[in-house]
């Protein structure tokens, strides 16, 4: 890697500033030919993390702007080699002449994700870390952000880091009963290897489930309301709302009347669709019927099924049970406050809810039985920032399985160090300590030039 690369790393908007970085071995030097210190300093004998200011010129000398010029001295920069950072002013015209001049001095246009992909092979991060800066950048919402800091900050490195560290142990365990299969080493037996391999697969799923409460996490879970006209369904919205008070965005869908709202419950953020259908007034049975199947009930991840309960169950009410049955369905008897006529025994349901969404009292139970549901609870820390490290971890939990069957089935403990061996080549790979090249173009081609 001894090219030196260069883009525009600010967004490609108009704005105030505009920064371009160079980085390799080369910075300094193709810098020194578009940038004048205005003390004269020589820009290849500035010392890390100093700063210059200065005129930014055309290699025939026309002034082009006047700037800043930041060195990072290899391997204290992001990227791990030299890297020179100009901030410039922010015009889209002005920060694409000056990285024109930068080719034109010597540097490559930076692919996208080039300079974190050189961090990554300098060992500035680990792949998990760059993949998280990825996800950084694009990440909607409070808590996409903090799942992707998480993975920044190394949490879900070194809880592979741990497990194939154990994977290496059970390695060894194997090797020196292959090896020397005459000796008598006493501290490994075959049922001690099951019970590690065993407590390795645990560990595995354990991580595998964090996965998907991960993914909700980022991703938010879309969610229906459903029920006949006044049950309460617009108050229930306004109560979640002012309960958290956490509107993330209120937008337009893609039809014109389909509206998504978002409201955060603890961590989680409800999509919730076709709140027009709600909110609007539309006849009764237009409501019931028609929309009823056009909303979107199926797509839904979580259906909250709200009803009267200071009314008996209507033939709109059951229509709607068993139009939303066996799906994933939170049963909401709202009007606590009124006398009751309905009552959760009516309700096969594992989660029924009784509150008063005008007051607001039991609404807060709302987030225990979605975190239940989902299985958010004991969720966090290594979380999976994407399908490219489940893969991986899935691979592994089937080779581990491999070697427990292999062993149980009285195989030689060369197939089960096979196995083995290919569980913690699966978790080198997530980690990306041992990854091919092919998968790590594949990381950064989701990257934006310039990052
Ligand atoms: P929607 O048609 O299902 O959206 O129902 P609304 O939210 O518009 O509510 C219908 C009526 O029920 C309104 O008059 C609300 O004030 C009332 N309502 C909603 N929740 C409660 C509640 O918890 N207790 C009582 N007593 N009335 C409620």
Redesign the pocket.
Known sequence: MNTTVAAICTPQAAGGIAMIRISGPEAAAVAEKIFLPAGRKKISEMPGHTCAYGRVAALNGETLDDGVLTVFRAPKSYTGEDVVEITCHGGLYVSRRILREIIAAGAAPAGPGEFTKRAFLNGKLSLTQAEAVADIISAEGESALSSANMIRDGALFKAVKAMSQKLVEILSALAAWTDYPDEDIPETSPEEILTSLSAAERDLKRLADGYDAGMIFREGISCA?V?????????????LLGYERSIVTSEAGTTRDVVEERLRIGDVILKISDTAG??EAVTEAE?IGVRLAERAIDRAQLILA?F???EELSDDDKEILKKTDGLNRIVII?????PQKLYKEYFSDKYILE?????G?GVEKLKDAVYEMFGLSGAGGEIFANERQKACLDSAIGHIGEAISALRAGETLDAVTVCVDSAADDLLGLSGEKVTEAVVEDVFKRFCVGK
């Open positions: 309301i029920g006949r006209p006044n049950v309460g369904k617009s108050t229930l919205m306004n109560s709600i909110r409501r709200v009267d309960g200071s709202n009007k606590s406050d009124l509150v008063a969404a005008k007051s009292a």
